[in-house]
């Protein structure tokens, strides 16, 4: 399209088009007369969002001016205060302003943000919806602040745990994580120690989700957490140590210490978690013990046997060599600490992992800290309640009750609890009753965080483009290790947007959705209804199926880099002055001049100056000297050129010879 037909159509001059269309992020020079049809439809996009933009702001103004002039009496302060922390959860928000939370969320949404009440906010966006509902956000001060840390959920646990370490309390089974680098051996380790095939059971032999196992040594039971290794499954490593007693960090003889294998040492030694090195595949060509050794001590963790404190075993998880020696250290490291548990007080124990089952609704599984968990118990689980309907053991066996340290899954849930919420037996039969009628409008405010993202806000990122995904994943777990590693995709010119998460099949209601907002479905270890396949297929919706996390991370970073515009890198050559003109032809033109400065070679771009204005761009396919083709013509020599492009070369012209070459842009992460 001309630029003058575009300029009236926007009611504007041309020259204010032109002026305009860097302003609104299109890079179009001021010379230029027409205007790819593809941009079209963009600039009149990104146009009247600029010309809606400023008609708000001059509104904003005249209010505010009007403001100015009545009388500063008859202003009146927020009277209402509320005070908050840096970072605050949504639906602990709502309960500060005493107002229902769906209302926290649809204001938040009108802000455009996309939060669920269990989501975080920041005190900027917590003052401003404050405001916006006639409330006064302030600061918590320091003092306030470690008051407020006292009576979070890991703090509540601990003082519940202290309480139960009194007269009746007994010895326990250590509850032991094993931690370390991806492919290192973890599994296979917990293999060995339980004689049983988990690895066959695991996509692509890499542990997707928290498990909890038990084992007997030295007919001692010892309760084994299994964290992934892998790199996006950060958040929940950190969570298997901090309900740990002690941890077994695994690194390969033949690949020493990894960077999520520091991380993990660090979280270990953070959260004061003792622990012991298992140095795996020493069966290996290539394992070097000692190595990895010299690497623990080049960290500050001097082995035993080099006269430090840390705590080394040789092992090959693969051959079991080293196994019984490992549980021992394990075993002597668990006496040090003294665990002790009263087994006789209401149970309490930490959620570790939480999904919908197709037969059998929500369930969990608890780690019982204290106390014995019962079926028929009536438990609060955060804000869900239920009644225990059925306890099975890692092996999926049936059993009537479970006691200090031992992991179970647990049926009688009316919602999925969050994952590291506390479990706690209550006989307050009226609040589990509360708790049920809230399963409610949990429906309602996940309908409101799903909504589309709003048109105004689509046209504020207009210039940017953006890969939209629905994630829909089996478990908790699985889906905040995924959203945490979407999240770290941060590159200013092209975007990844959340439209939806969730747990379960696909149905068609995220079809719609993503249909909707122009997004990719990622289903992660979960299925479609048959009625959303079909759906899908109809409305052109994508649904990427996933079994291995990498995998659908490699996806995603495949499409955003091809989102990315590549990089052009442009390198002078030299200059030409024309001196004759050889040859006219339509689309092409051959002629002779002489090189001021540089070189010239065939198979590279010329752009024309006159009198020092731009003319036009071509290539220039050939270069010449006398009658010979040649590769090469240097500064001061006389050459013919041959020039593929708008035939409007002169004598006198000078041609600006110039390489191009197309790099694909790294995309950038935090």
């Not at 769906?102 to 919806?129: P, Q, V, Y």
């Amino acid at each position: 399209m001309n630029v003058s037909e575009l300029a009236r159509k926007l009611r504007i001059t041309t020259a204010e088009l032109l002026e305009k269309l860097p302003e609104l992020g299109f890079d179009i020079g001021r010379r230029a007369i027409k205007i790819d049809a593809n941009l079209v439809d963009k600039i009149i996009v990104a146009f009247e969002a600029d010309q809606r933009k400023k008609r708000l702001l001059n509104d904003q103004a005249q209010v505010t001016e009007v403001k100015l002039n009545s009388a500063a009496a008859t202003v009146k302060p927020l009277e209402k205060i509320v005070k908050i922390p840096e970072v605050i959860i949504v639906k602990d928000f709502a309960e500060k302003l005493n107002l229902p939370v769906t209302k926290i969320i649809a204001e938040l949404i009108k802000n455009g943000i996309m939060s669920s009440l269990n989501e975080r906010i920041d005190f900027t966006t917590a003052t401003i919806i404050g405001e916006d509902l006639g409330y006064k956000v302030e600061h918590l001060s320091e003092e306030e602040t470690a008051e407020i840390k006292a009576e979070d959920t890991s703090e509540k646990l601990k003082a519940i745990l202290k309480r139960s370490e009194g007269k009746n309390a007994i010895a326990r089974p250590p509850v032991v994580v094993v931690m370390g680098h991806v492919d290192h051996g973890k599994t296979k380790l917990l293999d060995a120690i339980r004689q049983t095939n988990v690895v066959a059971g695991e996509s692509g032999g890499i542990t997707q989700h928290i498990g909890a196992y038990q084992a007997t040594e030295r007919n001692r039971l010892i309760t084994f957490l299994d964290t992934p290794g892998h790199e996006a499954f950060k958040s929940m490593r950190s969570r298997g140590s901090k309900i740990a007693d002690l941890a077994i960090i695994v690194v390969a003889a033949d690949d020493g210490l990894k960077p999520q294998t520091l991380e993990v040492i660090n979280l270990a030694q953070r959260e004061n978690l003792p622990f012991v090195v298992a140095i795996n595949k020493i069966d290996k060509p290539g394992a070097d013990v000692e190595r990895v050794k010299k690497e623990l001590a080049e960290i500050n963790l001097l082995p035993e046997d080099w006269g430090g404190k840390t705590i080394c075993a040789s092992i090959s998880a693969k051959e079991k060599k080293g196994i019984n020696e490992l549980l021992d250290m394990v075993l002597l490291v668990a006496d040090m600490e003294e665990l002790k548990a009263d087994p006789h007080i209401p149970a309490i124990g930490t959620i570790i992992e939480s999904h919908i089952d197709k037969g059998e609704g929500p369930v969990a599984t608890v780690l019982i800290q204290a106390g014995t968990l019962h079926v028929g118990d009536l438990i609060i689980v955060g804000e869900v309640g239920g009644k225990i309907k059925a306890l099975k053991d890692f092996t999926g066996q049936e059993v009537k009750a479970a006691g200090p340290s031992m992991p179970v899954k647990i049926l009688g849930l009316k919602s999925i609890p969050i994952v590291g919420d506390i479990l706690e037996v209550s006989s307050d039969l009226k609040k589990i009753k509360e708790l049920t009628k809230k399963t409610g409008y949990k429906k309602e405010i996940q309908a409101a965080v799903t909504a589309p993202v709003s048109a105004e806000k689509e046209d504020e990122a207009a210039s940017v483009p953006a890969l939209k995904v629905v994630v829909k994943s089996d478990v908790l777990g699985s889906q905040e290790a995924i959203v945490e590693a979407l999240n770290k995709y941060q590159d200013p010119e092209v975007k990844l947007s959340l439209v939806k998460k969730g747990l379960g099949n696909v149905t068609d209601v995220d079809v719609l959705d993503a249909s909707a907002t122009g997004a990719v479905i990622l289903a992660f270890r979960v299925n479609s209804f048959p009625s959303a396949e079909d759906l899908a297929h109809d409305k052109g919706v994508e649904v990427l199926f996933f079994d291995i996390i990498y995998r659908l991370l490699e996806e995603v970073e495949a499409r955003l880099k091809k989102l990315l515009k590549p990089e052009i890198i442009r390198t002078e050559l030299g200059k030409v002055q024309v001196l004759a003109i050889f040859k006219t032809e339509k689309k092409e033109m051959i002629v002779g001049g002489k090189i001021l400065e540089g070189r010239i070679v065939p198979g590279t771009k010329a752009k024309v100056l006159r009198a020092g204005e731009f003319i036009t761009l071509g290539n220039l396919t050939e270069v010449r000297s006398g009658k010979q083709i040649v590769a090469e013509a240097l500064k001061g020599e006389s050459s013919g050129l041959k020039f593929v492009g708008e035939p409007v070369i002169q004598e006198n012209d000078v041609l600006e010879i110039y390489q191009e070459e197309v790099k694909d842009r790294q995309l950038k992460k935090l």
